[in-house]
């Protein structure tokens, strides 16, 4: 079975904290996303990478960076959190061939104050 | 991006089929058509998925109209585990970032005992 792990499922950081978010996945899979969940507004793509190193924006990049050093290992960056950054936050991968058939990691709700 | 349109909410008894529909009525001939289901507090969870021909699964049936302007989700027999919120979702192509998957509000399904 593909697992997709997630470094904290809740966390709690300040205002302008330097907020990191891990996302690790054991199958191989070439991509991986980030996402966000909000009541009333469903999933947001954040951030995606087709391979290591790579990374491309989805609809709301803003406030946010990537990295992927590692294959399995794909991070997300809030550079100075924000209250208006608190949400559920996703990680998913998928192999390169079948890239919308995306398994997702169990959550992290943030909460910033 | 085509948009999908599905009601807010269904009920369901236990042991009983479901039929979840979704419409599409500016599907284009590209666009691919996802279902994803989401438990309670967990990460969605990837179902099945289609272009024109009916899908059969482990999980569930995908029937697509001839049209392709909608299509339903059947659970063959609904059990407690399946209450979540369903969702359908079009992407265009199967590859690369056209087929980024764009998540809307999704069918609450409830089942009873």
């Known amino acids: 079975d593909v697992k997709v792990t997630q470094s904290s499922r809740y966390l709690v950081k300040r205002t302008g904290e330097k907020v990191f978010l891990e996302c690790v996945q054991d199958m191989d899979h070439e991509n991986m996303f980030w996402y966000r969940q909000d009541p009333g507004l469903g999933l947001r793509l954040i951030y995606f990478?087709?391979?290591?190193?790579?990374?491309e924006k989805g609809d709301i990049p803003e406030g946010y960076s990537v990295s992927r050093e590692k294959k399995e290992r794909f991070s997300l960056i809030l550079e100075s959190a924000s209250t208006n950054q608190t949400s559920m936050y996703l990680c998913?991968?998928?192999?390169?061939?079948?890239?919308?058939?995306?398994?997702f990691g169990p959550g992290t709700r943030l909460t910033v104050t | 991006d085509a948009k999908t349109t599905q009601p807010n909410s269904m009920e369901s008894n236990e042991e009983e089929p479901v039929h979840l529909p979704c419409n599409h009525s500016?599907?284009?001939?590209?666009?691919?058509i996802h279902w994803y289901r989401q438990l309670p507090s967990q990460g969605p969870e990837y179902v099945i998925h289609?272009?024109?021909s009916n899908v059969n699964n482990r999980m569930a049936s995908l029937a697509i109209a001839e049209d392709r302007k909608s299509s339903t989700l059947i659970l063959h027999r609904a059990t407690l585990r399946d209450a979540a919120v369903y969702y359908c979702i079009l992407s265009r192509g199967y590859g690369g970032s056209q087929g980024n998957l764009i998540f809307g509000k999704g069918t609450k399904l409830s089942v009873k005992p």
């Open positions: 990478s087709y391979d290591v190193k790579m990374k």
């Open positions: 500016t599907i284009s001939g590209t666009d691919y």
């Open positions: 289609g272009l024109t």
């Open positions: 998913a991968s998928s192999l390169g061939s079948r890239p919308q058939e995306q398994y």
